[in-house]
């Protein structure tokens, strides 16, 4: 059994061919959501880290942004930087560059204003927007498919509907050769046997 994606440079499938936005930088925040506002499959992610970090904090935190620019959904990402911050906006684009994914960065004190950062940030974006939707949707196997679950908040029909419709899906789709992520464990509670048995 097959799923629809668009297959990557690095060999994985992707569900989405989406357009990543990401401030390296709390101080960068407003001009990155200013960049991605309005733009359809473009998706914004806050960042209020990357200043004053230093060891561990800040090796998590470039990490982590790393990480989703390089999620197979992301067809391309744009690190917007302030220019003095501890985590520079082109090292994060440095490491996702090296895995094959398109990617940019634009840093507001070398463009000089923010009119001119959210200009240039909103071309490139629409650059790879038009790459990205360039791109043909082909089959690929089940196997391939990593399916992320989380509880959207739990009401009355949690239990009676909605929880066990999502795992019969997920049943369906780990039985094809799909991994599935359970998240939100504190939701297990009085289920963790039926859990652990499958």
Known sequence: MNFEGYRRADGKTATRNIVLVVPSVGCSQGVARTIAHGLK????????????????????????????????????????GN????????????????????????????????????????????????????????????????????????DYTSGLASNPAVGVACDMLVAEGATVILSETPELIGAEHILARK
Do not use: W
């Open 41 to 80: 499959n473009v998706v914004y992610l806050p960042n209020i880290l990357g200043c004053g970090q230093i060891g561990e904090d800040r090796t998590l935190v470039k990490k982590t942004l790393v990480g989703f620019g390089t999620h197979p959904n992301v067809f391309g990402t744009l690190i917007v």
């Open 83 to 154: 220019g003095c911050e501890q985590l520079a906006a082109g090292e994060i684009a440095e490491e996702i560059k090296a895995t094959g994914k398109k990617v940019e960065a634009i840093v507001l004190q070398d463009m000089g204003s923010m009119k001119r950062t959210i200009a240039s940030g909103r071309k490139t974006v629409k650059e790879m927007l038009a790459t990205a939707a360039s791109l043909k949707r082909e089959p690929a196997p089940l196997n391939g498919l990593i399916l992320g679950t989380e509880c959207g908040g739990s």
